[in-house]
């Protein structure tokens, strides 16, 4: 055979090699390792039985709700001998009857030091109460397009600080809802700001974030008591530079064997970064306790631990409302919508509802948008802001229209309606702005008006795209309204809020 021809053979199936392996590698799934409980038997009860009778006493100790609309947490993370009253106090401050899309869980790393912070992607966590399933796309995603992200396993491996929040998840939560496990391993306040920004838009009432952190370290107990109150009263104040002052005066007081004010100081900066310059959120300090009120606590050297709630007193009330909606109920308008398009595509007719089987708030006047989604790629949307009809009956008619009338798409056919999976979006009123600083990313949708001409983007699009503000709204003015990229500048703006639950999330 020719030589040359001969390289040409090799080089041709080096090459089929090489595109057989990357196809191959690109279709794998993910090989799941999951993060086994290191802290049980140590921290907390490696017996589930027991583990779940020491829960219900420290909930049945602890503190009630404080305030409403809890977007964010601060725990203890020692052993629940100690501090498990305070850390069941703080996850008393959670409405636990909402659906959360994510739960973001985040703590200081107590063992190694890296630049920014780490989040498991590799695997689900799991502890003597069973599995907390990790959202792999979220995760993937917060990496993928962040540099302070990345994931490192030693991060994670002997890390009891996240997980000793977890059991009281389990105990806790009605409704399953997937985690985010961060662990951060900077010890530059910088980066805390870059964790707060890549983590902004995920800060709503659609997500729970839980900061791990104890307080004072060692001192003695009236010492502690004293210098705990300083470290809380910095943090309420929702300043980080205040916090940072804080720190920096209590470690030059003097006070003997004093080793740390604030362990996961690294988390609660984030926290505080989060919430900066915003006076809609509210620190509340829910409940004091430290190492020595323990029965077997020496008070001669303690730990102190705080139980502290974030709440955002600009949730409407309107938006408290559609919040009660129960997962019963949530089942029932995606049921209600996915029997509408079935009928409505195969015979033509809309179904008959059965209004005596509805309960009153799903006979509410709000508006709505039904999204149908199609192997995760959008296939139909449309939606009304009038509060004209029931919401049965708006989800209906949107139904119908998401899949016949959306001029971006085909109608849906009869064979494709398996297919279909479909999220519902219950809306507050429209609110009029005259400043886009009164935009909250993520937890607002938009409507554009400029004469006859408009368009609107759901509150979820922010938090899927990962836009900024400005390319929120130049999308929105462009790409829906038709009024140009800068068109919003001189057009009415509305922003409202929404209800969001999909087929997916409501499976048992």
């Known amino acids: ?89 703080a996850f008393n401050q959670v409405n636990w009857d909402r659906d959360y899309d994510n739960i973001f869980i985040i703590a200081s790393s107590h063992n190694v030091s890296f630049s920014g912070a780490s989040i498991y992607n590799r695997g689900n966590y799991i502890t003597p109460l069973g599995m907390v399933k990790v959202d792999f796309d979220l995760a993937d995603k917060l990496i993928n397009e962040n540099e302070i992200f990345t994931f490192n396993s030693r991060a994670h491996s002997n890390e009891h600080s996240l997980e000793v929040q977890l059991p009281f998840l389990q105990y806790r939560k009605k409704n399953e809802s997937l ?63 205040e916090l940072h002052n804080t720190l920096r005066e209590n470690s030059k007081m003097g006070i003997s064997d004093l080793a740390t004010s604030l362990c996961g100081w690294s988390s609660v900066y984030s926290l505080l970064y989060l919430t900066k310059n915003n006076n809609d959120f509210e620190y509340s300090q829910i409940q004091y306790l430290n190492s020595g009120d323990a029965a077997f606590g020496d008070k001669s050297s303690v730990v102190g631990y705080y139980a502290i709630s974030v709440c955002d007193n600009s949730i409407s009330e309107k938006t408290e409302q559609m919040e009660f909606l129960n997962r019963s109920e949530k089942k029932v308008l995606l049921k209600i919508a996915r029997n509408t398009i079935e009928k409505y595509i195969n015979e033509g007719k809309i179904t008959e509802i059965d209004t005596g089987e509805l309960t009153d708030k799903l006979k509410e006047h709000c508006g709505a ?127 409202y809020e929404a209800l969001v639950f999909s087929e997916g999330e409501m499976r048992d």
């Open 369 to 495: 948008f039904v999204t149908l989604h199609k192997e995760k790629q959008l296939r139909g949307c449309i939606g009304r802001f009038v509060e004209n009809e029931p919401l049965y009956k708006i989800i209906q008619q949107m139904a119908v229209e998401a899949a016949v009338n959306d001029y971006r798409f085909p109608k849906v056919a009869s064979d494709e309606i398996d297919e279909l999976e479909i999220e519902i979006s219950v809306l507050t009123p429209l609110k009029k702005i005259d400043s886009i600083d009164e935009i909250i990313m993520g937890k607002h949708g938009i409507y554009i008006k400029k004469g006859s001409l408009s368009g609107t983007f759901l509150p979820q699009v922010a938090i899927e795209t990962a836009w900024t503000k400005e390319e929120f709204l130049g999308h929105c003015s462009r790409d829906k309204a038709g009024i140009g990229w800068n068109g919003w500048k001189d057009a009415e703006i509305y922003i």
């Open 1 to 89: 055979m020719n030589r040359k021809i001969r390289i040409l053979l090799i080089n041709l199936l080096i090459f089929l090699f090489i595109t057989n392996c990357n196809s191959q590698e690109k279709d794998m799934q993910r090989k799941i390792i999951n993060r086994e409980a290191v802290a049980a038997g140590r921290f907390y009860q490696s017996d589930a039985i027991k583990l779940k009778s020491v829960l219900k006493d420290l909930f049945g100790k602890a503190l009630p709700i404080k305030n409403k609309n809890t977007l964010a947490i601060i725990s203890p993370h020692a052993g629940y001998a100690y501090s498990g009253e305070v850390a069941a106090s």
């Open 179 to 241: 985690i985010i496990p961060i662990v951060i391993g900077t010890q530059d306040p910088a980066d805390c700001k870059k964790i707060a920004d890549a983590l902004k838009s995920y800060f709503n009432e659609r997500n729970l974030f839980i900061f791990s952190s104890d307080f004072s370290h060692y001192p003695k107990y009236e010492d502690a008591i004293k210098i705990d109150k300083r470290t809380a009263e910095a943090i309420c104040s929702n300043s980080v530079k």
